[in-house]
């Protein structure tokens, strides 16, 4: 049987790389669906792809209202909430701290972390209705340590690992799991493509060469681990951080010929 028959879904930033990996994923392994972002055009394309079984729901990750709308029309889509993928991010165009302006700092804190912090909190009367549930929170490997250029995205992907291990004990009794998926360089417009404001991208200043595993990410990469933290096979495991990055993280690898 299917790991999410009968469970709903809801992933926001659903419409771009990751997110449309997630979305399909889910609904392969039999769950409803519920695509939240804020391309109405792509979104909608895509639940129409999917069936029935999946929804499309304008969704600003940084607006309480917004929330208060999407949360409800889950549930009468599908009649529960049972997991939350809080997917949706922004990149800040690079500049050191000093040329970094107000307004860049607070639209990256608002959608990466303020917005992971407003879906916590409006998605735990849903799920406590369904009985428990689970929480995703996408960070990056940029929460493990300094990125120059970078500040505003590092120090909200910092501050979303204290929200989710805050959630996961606040939460833990009423059998909702929270955790942290902390992705790499992975293949998606996100990383290929300038963020606003910028000439280059995130791709440009990584060479997979030295990594143990020398190739980009894919989103399924993060997808599968994803499907297990939301599942019933990881019922014991809250308030985690996992690393998807090929071992970017542990330095560079020996050249093949020095092996």
């Keep these: ?10 992933v926001t930033g659903g419409t771009g790389g990751q997110g449309t990996s997630h979305v399909r994923a889910f609904h392969a392994e039999g769950a409803n669906v519920v695509i939240g972002g804020l391309d109405a055009e792509r979104g909608a394309a895509l639940a129409d792809e999917l069936g029935p079984r999946a929804h499309f729901v304008h969704l600003d990750v940084t607006e309480e209202s917004s929330w208060a709308a999407a949360v409800p029309a889950a549930e009468r889509a599908f009649g529960s909430l049972d997991v939350l993928v809080n997917n949706a991010g ?3 165009p690079p500049a050191p701290i000093e040329h970094t302006d107000r307004a860049t700092w607070s639209r990256i804190l608002d959608v990466n972390l303020t917005g992971t912090f407003l879906g916590i909190r409006a998605a735990i009367p849903a799920l406590r209705r369904a009985g428990g549930g689970s929480i995703v929170n996408i960070a990056s490997i940029m929460a493990m340590g300094g990125t120059a250029h970078y500040a505003p995205y590092v120090a ?7 929200l989710t291990r ?7 009794r009423d059998r909702i799991r929270v955790n942290t998926i902390h992705p790499g360089v992975i293949a998606t417009p996100f990383i290929h493509e300038p963020a606003a404001g910028a000439t280059a991208a995130i791709a440009d200043f990584y ?3 030295p990594f143990a595993v020398p190739r980009l990410g894919e989103p399924t990469d993060v997808t599968r681990l994803l499907l297990f933290l939301t599942s019933s096979e990881a019922s014991f495991i809250t308030g985690s951080e996992y690393v998807v990055d090929g071992g970017l993280l542990l330095g560079p690898a020996l050249p093949a010929e020095a092996a």
Excluded: I, Y
């Excluded at 049987?1 to 809801?10: A, C, G, H, I, K």
């Excluded at 909200?156 to 204290?162: D, I, L, M, P």
């Excluded at 805050?166 to 833990?172: F, K, P, R, V």
């Design 166 to 172: 805050t959630a996961a004990l606040e939460l833990g």
């Design 207 to 209: 060479s997979p060469e």
């Design 1 to 10: 049987m299917p790991r999410f028959d009968n469970q709903t879904v809801l």
């Design 156 to 162: 909200g992907k910092w501050a979303v690992r204290g």
């Design 90 to 92: 922004v990149q800040n």
